[in-house]
């Protein structure tokens, strides 16, 4: 009789002590992160065999829910002994069932806990980016050491070296000495990053110390980009990446008493949007970005996602935003291209899908006489031509919207000046270094000539000059020229210089009258 009770009492013990296999993935796995995470485990003699079980159970339960890969969160298990030892590195498992498998299948080291070797190894090769193995630049890192307190060892000079290095150092502790030298290791908030917890109680600090990890490895899942006044793109990261199985999108606008617009691939009453109607969409399990179309103008939208695979189960993101505020072509018109006959004037935003036309009315300032154009829905300028010179002109910009709207912008244009040629150059040499300079020029608008002169040794200092000349001057007197001086006027008109005329002196004994006529 006492046999048969000792052996029923015996199967009970077995069927309640926790086992990792019989740890099962979550209702969603956590595609929230992604950092490197490497566990520091006490499994010196000083760890009863009793207690390293319930550790290795306490650690299977802390990274079952986390999504494992190269793009997420990768773990390592490093242990502490007389010579501590590397179980497995960040790249040797990708999936939760072959990390349960090998935490379940760990054995203890034994001998003294000489956790300053095993922090050595950690900053020397397992922490530090660029080594073989190593951690993944520029994503976080995390060291979680679980230790029963007994003889840590010299341990505040690593630990504060790994925390410069940028290691987040997170401390369990189910013994409860050494409290002032935990409390320097942990990174801060202390609060936070450093727990003491009796062997048989470890679950009710599991959910805490993984939202600890969690908040220093947590990373951007999901985003909104290139938003406009009625679409946006979808960005993630492809958890899906090896998998079969495919993204669920859906997107409706954040409730205000109203409910948004449906269509789209498919519509419905969706929880996660507040009961609003929502728009779904599908993409396949290799894609990263979703272009959400149909959105109403300054409106805000949540938008949620879901990695569907029979493989592995994920949680759904979401996130929010909002489109831009509707932009009435045209906001905004510009010039370019003027000359004295004509100018281009162009507008924008395009937007062909909603304008009819576009009708552009322009006159001369003050009271011109009123001309119009019409331009297709796919211009965004025009050329306006046969205009009359150096005169401003009023434009307006006109859209015929397909919803009836219409919006106009006007612009001040002005066209450029007739700045004629000289069309009259004529030299007369008297004596050896004196010339006598005559032109013709009786356009309208003249303001005046720029007349200059320079010798063929240009490099002699004094062998250049320049000067304005009224425009009742038509002719000029140059004295103590240099040999071959080149002279040229030009006509000053309001607002530019036009083309002038060149002619070079020849000196000779008697006078000679030479230039140019066009």
């Not at 339960?61 to 007389?82: A, I, K, M, N």
């Not at 341990?155 to 925390?163: D, K, N, S, T, Y």
């Not at 979703?290 to 996130?319: C, H, I, M, W």
Request: proline share 6%; charged share 15%.
């Amino acid at each position: 009789m006492e046999t048969h009770m000792l052996l029923t009492w015996s199967l009970l013990c077995l069927l309640l002590r926790p086992s990792a296999a019989q740890n099962t993935a979550p209702e969603g796995v956590l595609n929230c992160c992604e950092g490197d995470v490497l566990l520091l485990l006490d499994s010196s003699g000083s760890v009863s065999s009793y207690e390293y079980s319930r550790m290795l159970n306490f650690l299977s339960e802390l990274v079952l829910p986390f999504s494992l890969g190269e793009d997420q969160v990768r773990v390592g298990l490093l242990q502490v002994g007389t010579q501590p030892r590397l179980e497995f590195g960040f790249d040797t498992y990708s999936t939760q069932s072959s990390l349960q498998g090998a935490l379940s299948n760990t054995k203890p080291l034994r001998g003294d806990t000489n956790t300053v070797e095993a922090l050595r190894m950690a900053m020397e090769s397992v922490l530090r980016p660029g080594t073989a193995d190593g951690a993944r630049a520029g994503l976080p890192r995390v060291l979680v050491w679980l230790t029963d307190g007994v003889k840590p060892g010299d341990v505040i000079g690593p630990m504060a070296e790994l925390r410069e290095e940028g290691v987040a150092v997170l401390v369990v502790s189910t013994g409860h000495g050494n409290f002032q030298v935990l409390r320097q290791v942990v990174s801060p908030p202390v609060e936070n990053n450093l727990y003491f917890v009796d062997i048989d109680h470890m679950s009710i600090i599991t959910e805490d110390l993984r939202d600890a990890i969690i908040e220093i490895i947590r990373a951007e899942r999901i985003n909104v980009r290139d938003i406009s006044t009625n679409s946006a793109t979808l960005q993630w990261r492809p958890v899906l990446s090896g998998l079969t199985g495919y993204y669920e999108i859906r997107f409706a606008p954040v409730p205000s008493g109203g409910t948004g617009g449906g269509g789209g691939s498919g519509t419905g009453t969706s929880p996660s949007t507040g009961g609003s109607q929502y728009q779904r969409l599908t993409q396949s399990a290799d894609s990263s970005t979703a272009r959400l179309t149909g959105l109403k103008p300054d409106t805000s939208y949540t938008a949620t996602l879901t990695p569907e695979s029979n493989e592995q189960a994920f949680n759904t993101l979401s996130v929010t935003f909002t489109t831009k505020p509707e932009v009435l072509s045209p906001a905004v018109v510009s010039v370019s291209d003027s000359g004295p006959n004509s100018v281009r004037v162009s507008w924008g935003p395009l937007q062909p899908e909603t304008v009819t036309s576009y009708y552009i009315e322009y006159s001369a300032l003050p009271r011109g006489k009123l001309h119009a154009v019409t331009v297709d829905r796919t211009q965004n300028s025009t050329l306006l031509r046969d205009l009359q010179p150096d005169t401003t002109y009023l434009v307006t910009v006109s859209a015929r919207h397909a919803s009836g709207k219409e919006r106009a912008m006007s612009v001040k244009v002005c066209t450029q000046e007739v700045t004629p040629a000289l069309a009259d150059l004529q030299l007369t040499t008297v004596g050896s270094d004196s010339v006598q300079v005559n032109w013709k020029g009786s356009e309208a608008g003249l303001r005046g000539y720029w007349l200059t002169w320079e010798g063929q040794q240009t490099s002699v200092p004094g062998q250049r000059s320049s000067f304005y000349l009224p425009a009742d001057s038509l002719s000029t007197r140059l004295t103590h020229l240099p040999p071959s001086a080149r002279v040229c006027v030009s006509p000053i008109y309001r607002t530019a210089r036009g083309e002038g005329l060149c002619c070079t002196a020849q000196f000779q004994s008697e006078a000679l009258t030479y230039g140019y006529q066009s």
